[in-house]
């Protein structure tokens, strides 16, 4: 327990048959970690906290770049990231931890990630990388100023050496940085964010025109979903083009919760991720017997999807409030663009696939096919308010990604 607790991994805990039965000795309560467990808040070191003040003294356009390890600790960075006028860009394993309306905000960076992200960390003269890996999905470049934090030792300077690395608990080490950091003058960046965003948004405008009669783009979908998903939305989002797409194109409120297997490429994870966050939200209120429920959304492929269809009946059967934006295109459109990048043949990446929709009708859920960019909108708030699992169906052009 103590492991599982203090490390914050995956543990796995064996009680043989006898200690399931034994009986618990009358007025015996709980233990807790209390007394076992140290305090949480570790400070750096005062020689790394001088070196990341000296190098951040010496920036004019600092950018921050938050990953999936600042989830919980997003107050402390954004106040000082305030106090410098610095955008804040996330991986995007972080997408949704700060809303995309928030005047620093430059979304995602890297292959899942805006043009505006891009931009930020290639005007900038000093990184600052909190909670994040520097794999190559995450597209941080190793070629600015930077300084890392993280909690977790082992992930400073895995892949390469970092300027400053620093190992310390995030908010702490957020709060030295901007005590002695106040009063620095920066450039402030928001006009460039907003202006930044302005062209991105143009851009996406224009892709919605996009229409080569093989099915709705991808854009499309997504801005639909913008104008639809609840504020405070757990997203389970699957692997593939469909998620590729929903990094670039989906713009997080700050509020909601997005679910992803990492960068391991383990096409089938969102509908159980779906199931797994229903599961795990369900508040019973204990004077009155409502529940309070967060809205859970899942989006996949219909190749991720394919791995585990069978879901629809168990989710059906506990009645899992799950709305499933599914998009259709009879084929795994990000391995055949992989293999067109590589110069090689399309090969065996096509898909034979039923009528999804009627398929979850059938299994006694809600299925919606869509074919018209015009029911996209309509066909989402119907699913949304469906008590229990509903998929939209979209059938898509694997192209317009």
């Not at 055949?336 to 990446?349: H, I, L, M, N, Y």
Request: charged share 20%; hydrophobic share 40%; with cysteine.
């Amino acid at each position: 327990m103590k492991s599982a607790t203090q490390n914050q991994n995956v543990a796995h805990l064996i009680f043989p048959d006898d200690v399931q039965t034994a009986p618990a000795a009358d007025g015996v309560s709980a233990g807790s970690p209390r007394g076992r467990i140290g305090a949480t808040g570790i400070a750096p070191a005062e020689a790394a906290l001088q070196a990341a003040t000296e190098l951040l003294r010496a920036a004019k356009r600092p950018v921050f770049i938050v990953g999936h390890g600042a989830r919980f600790d997003m107050e402390g960075m954004l106040t000082l990231a305030e106090s410098l006028h610095a955008p804040v860009l996330t991986t995007f394993r972080g997408k949704g931890i700060i809303g995309d309306h928030h005047p620093l905000a430059g979304g995602v960076l890297g292959r899942s990630g805006t043009p505006v992200a891009s931009w930020l960390m290639n005007e900038s003269d000093a990184l600052v990388v909190l909670g994040a890996s520097f794999s190559n999905h995450t597209g941080i470049t190793p070629k600015k100023p930077t300084v890392q934090v993280d909690r977790e030792r082992t992930q400073l300077a895995r892949f390469h050496a970092i300027d400053v690395p620093v190992w310390g608990d995030l908010a702490v080490t957020c709060r030295s940085l901007g005590e002695r950091l106040a009063g620095h003058a920066t450039v402030d960046q928001r006009e460039d964010v907003a202006a930044r965003w302005s062209l991105w948004r143009e851009e996406k405008r224009q892709r919605l025109t996009d229409d080569r009669g093989r099915g709705i783009s991808s854009v499309a979908i997504f801005e639909a979903l913008n104008q639809s998903a609840p504020e405070n939305a757990i997203i389970a989002v699957d692997v593939g083009n469909n998620t590729y797409s929903f990094g670039r194109y989906f713009e997080a409120s700050g509020r909601q919760s997005v679910l992803m297997s990492g960068y391991l490429g383990s096409i089938g994870f969102g509908y159980p991720a779906a199931m797994g966050a229903w599961a795990a939200t369900q508040v019973q209120d204990r004077w009155n017997g409502r529940f309070y429920r967060r809205p859970v959304l899942a989006i996949t492929g219909d190749g991720g999807f394919g791995q585990y269809p069978w879901e629809v009946n168990t989710a059906v059967k506990y009645g899992m409030n799950i709305t499933h934006l599914l998009l259709h295109n009879d084929e795994l459109g990000k391995i055949s663009k992989e293999q067109r990048a590589g110069g090689w043949d399309v090969w065996q990446t096509h898909l034979t696939n039923p009528n999804i929709a009627e398929f979850v009708s059938n299994c006694g859920g809600l299925g919606i096919r869509v074919t018209e960019k015009a029911g996209l909108t309509e066909a989402i708030q119907r699913a949304l308010a469906f008590d229990g699992p509903a998929t939209v169906e979209v059938m898509t052009d694997a192209e317009l990604v």
